[in-house]
């Protein structure tokens, strides 16, 4: 009897060791999370429009954004917070669609076109021609993933608080190597809460259309890797709406960090717990800082003062052209 | 007869601006932490879950689909998100539901994403045929799919029986028969391949 029974568990046991083994060589893609990192608000996107009932509003997009291509669309791509760079910086997102002859990707989802919900940001994409110049939109994917250690001068970038006291800004990220590589994934966002800011309150999230973070252009589908040349750069755009209010009232403003231009530099990180040494007059802040895909170091950080709760949505990323080094973002 | 799939018609249960809007810190947390949490979950199940879409599924290639496909799919659904605690039986459900060839094939029809087998093939060629050619892969072909199902579940993903139970939504004494006829028709497969 339990001659029987520890024959039937040791056989079990061999049973389990059997089918681990069988498949201990099956090993994760590394742009797995990256992939899925992308298309989880996409995902949750086209589910809250399912959710709204818009099957017949759908259909009617659907039909529509083809007519809109063609008449081109009011164009959103340089918004009102976007700031001079931008010129290039939305329409150079490779559209992932039909558009990229030869790209990696093949259809995107039926029924709900990339970036569907507003047929603007698209709509820049494929006024511009899509074969464009030596853009390397649709590069092939040849190109060795881009380390930590490939990507700096880091800069970040605030602009002023609107009227609702909404802070938009965004981070750059360069391509510092000789070599060009591929961004595998759009790396992290994170929001840490300063001085009375409580860090419970703050949220950060994907930019979704019609969030509340209504001055960020609307997601398009980035196909990943992201090719970077050497001196080209991605951006990843945030928008800060703070909600309720502070125990003590103070005046609401935003000042852009010193960002740390070198990613190896860890004082970025002093700057997550309050760096101010006079506690009694410690403003309420909120520091968001970047860490691009490939872990720590944090690329770079800026520093939104005057609410104590709210959301980050961030974008995924875009490319940025070369430009002349210059540290020290300026707006204007 | 394709069976009824949960994972398909689950409805949004929580709007982000709902959410926002009650500003609670339990609202916030769960929001919130949804991204940093896929990045947990994925370190934490990603290679098992591939490992179990590989035994699974006939073909390798399609591993990588079902399990981003079941990360979306989950991840997207908040409500899902909410309950760490059953994060892992969503994905592993999922997983299973979409390793059953009508719903892989409308997956693979949709296919968001590009293929990364290629240059995994190229690069591993070795590891690759090695895993092709494993006789206890080759085996679970001959089972019938249930008695696969429950075969891998019990014995790869350490289930108990209750456990396959609920994730196949079959009886606990059906998963108990499918499991030892599997187990038997799966040792004849085995011993004949030694041969």
């Known amino acids: ?332 | 007869m394709i069976e009824a799939v949960p994972v398909v018609s689950l409805p949004l249960p929580v709007r982000r601006s709902a959410a926002s809007r009650m500003g609670s810190a339990a609202a916030a947390d769960a929001t919130g932490a949804s991204v940093d949490q896929l990045t947990e979950t994925y370190q934490a199940h990603y290679r098992s879950l591939l490992r179990l879409a590989a035994l699974l599924l006939d073909d390798l290639s399609s591993c990588e689909d079902v399990v981003q496909e079941a990360f979306i799919r989950v991840h997207a659904a908040r409500k899902r998100v909410r309950e760490p605690e059953k994060t892992l039986a969503y994905l592993r459900q999922t997983v299973v539901n979409l390793s059953r060839s009508t719903l892989r094939r409308r997956i693979l029809g949709l296919r968001l994403l590009p293929k990364p087998m290629p240059d995994m093939a190229s690069a591993e060629e070795g590891a690759y045929d090695a895993l092709e050619r494993d006789q206890l892969r080759t085996a679970l072909k001959g089972l019938q799919r249930r008695q696969r199902e429950v075969l891998v579940l019990r014995y790869y993903a350490d289930l108990t029986e209750a456990q396959v139970a609920e994730v196949l939504g079959v009886s606990v004494g059906s998963v108990k028969a499918y499991g030892s006829r599997g187990l038997a028709t799966l040792r004849v497969l085995m011993e004949s391949s030694h041969d």
Not at chain 1, 61 to 88: E, K, Y
Not at chain 1, 121 to 126: D, K, P, V
Not at chain 1, 223 to 231: E, I, N, Q, S, T
Not at chain 1, 298 to 320: D, H, L, N
């Open chain 1, 1 to 332: 009897m339990t001659d029987d029974q520890q024959g039937r568990e040791r056989a079990e046991y061999e049973l389990r060791a059997l089918f681990r083994e069988s498949v201990a060589a099956v090993e994760p893609d590394p742009a797995a999370l990256g992939r899925i990192r992308l298309a989880v608000p996409r995902r949750r996107a086209r589910r809250r429009h399912a959710w709204t009932g818009a099957v017949a509003a759908t259909l009617v997009a659907a039909a529509a954004v083809p007519t809109l291509h063609a008449v081109r669309p009011f164009d959103l791509s340089g918004g009102p917070t976007a700031g001079s760079a931008d010129a290039h910086g939305a329409s150079s997102v490779p559209r992932p669609s039909r558009g990229s002859p030869g790209g990696p990707r093949s259809t995107p989802l039926p029924a709900f076109p990339d970036g569907r919900p507003t047929p603007s940001a698209s709509g820049s994409g494929t006024a511009t021609d899509p074969g464009q110049s030596g853009a390397p939109a649709s590069a092939p994917p040849a190109v060795p993933a881009c380390l930590r250690a490939d990507l700096g001068r880091a800069t970040a970038h605030l602009d002023t608080a609107d009227s609702a006291g909404s802070v938009y800004g965004y981070f750059t990220v360069r391509n510092t190597s000789a070599r060009s590589c591929g961004l595998t994934g759009p790396g992290t966002v994170a929001a840490t809460a300063g001085g009375p800011a409580e860090q419970a309150r703050i949220k950060v999230v994907d930019h979704i259309a019609g969030d509340a973070a209504a001055a960020l252009p609307a997601p398009t589908a980035v196909p990943l890797p992201l090719v970077l040349a050497p001196g080209e750069g991605y951006r990843v755009r945030f928008g800060w709406v703070p909600e309720g209010t502070c125990p003590s009232s103070a005046p609401r403003a935003a000042a852009p960090a010193a960002d740390s231009a070198a990613p190896a530099v860890p004082g970025a990180a002093g700057t997550e717990t309050s760096p101010s040494p006079t506690p009694s007059a410690v403003p309420p802040s909120v520091t968001v800082a970047h860490t691009p895909e490939g872990g720590v170091p944090e690329a770079a950080s800026a520093v939104i003062t005057g609410s104590c709760g709210g959301t980050v949505y961030r974008t995924a990323p875009e490319t940025v052209p070369v430009e002349p080094s210059t540290a020290a973002p300026t707006s204007g």
